[in-house]
């Protein structure tokens, strides 16, 4: 059972009813064929970086899909080459890696740096948030503390000015 | 007596030294190249659309190998351009 990863660029001069059939047909056929398809990703729109037949954008699509043998893929592809309605298309097997990464995409783990950073920031706000309930007494300490910290601070920036 | 921060340089003693490079995908634990993702793989090519060298980018060739497959398959896919020129 491998696990393929179709991606097509569609005509966008076809209005989106067409654009939307003429991704469901290959979506059909790919089903038809027994694969059983794990994720199908419109990208949408987008501006490519060299025009394809005179044209300068494109839809995207992208189908992942499970097939224990890779015969339909040429019976695919000779669909797509077949079909004036499609600019490009690729097929690429996914190894385990890909597949991890693709699932990691769909549940929004990936943009990780950022995703990361988002959900780090939000456990210190929430640490934050919770910590002044569950310490409302030692309030006044930390106060102090601060207050004791700043002119450190202050110091210490004057200090570097000085250099 | 002068302390050690006191002590100052005429030149900066740290333009002589290199940062050492290292490869990303090792460091970081990332195994798969999307060639869908734009943004990242600009990062491995030059303003004209060429892959950089490793000498530049530290790649292990390994990972070098999937970056280049990677920037292959998006220009097949116009994601990104076979020539290009201030791409940057």
Known sequence: ?163 | MASRDDIKFLSNPNIGSQRKKYCRFRKYGIRHIDYKDPDFLLQFINEQGKVLPRRITGNSLKYQRKVATAVKRARHLAILPYVADLLK
């Not at chain 1, 309605?85 to 929004?108: A, C, P, Q, S």
């Open chain 1, 1 to 163: 059972m491998n696990q393929y990863e179709v991606t097509f660029v569609v005509d966008p001069v076809l209005s989106g009813d067409e654009i939307k059939s003429t991704a469901q047909t290959y979506i059909d056929l790919i089903t038809k064929e027994g694969a059983e398809i794990v994720f199908t990703d419109e990208m949408g729109l987008k501006q490519l970086a060299y025009p394809i037949k005179k044209r300068t954008t494109g839809v995207y699509y992208c189908i992942e899909y499970k097939v224990p043998n890779g015969e339909m893929i040429s019976k695919m592809e000779l669909a797509f080459r077949r079909d004036e309605r499609i600019m490009r298309f690729l097929t690429v097997r996914l190894d385990k890696f890909g597949v991890k990464y693709n699932e990691d995409k769909r549940n929004g783990l990936i943009g990780k740096k950022r995703a990361d950073k988002k959900s780090k920031d939000a456990a210190k706000e929430t640490a934050r948030k919770a910590a002044p309930v569950k310490k409302q007494a030692p309030k006044p300490v930390q106060k102090v503390a601060a207050a004791a910290a700043a002119p450190v601070v202050a110091a210490a920036a004057a200090k570097s000015e000085e250099e």
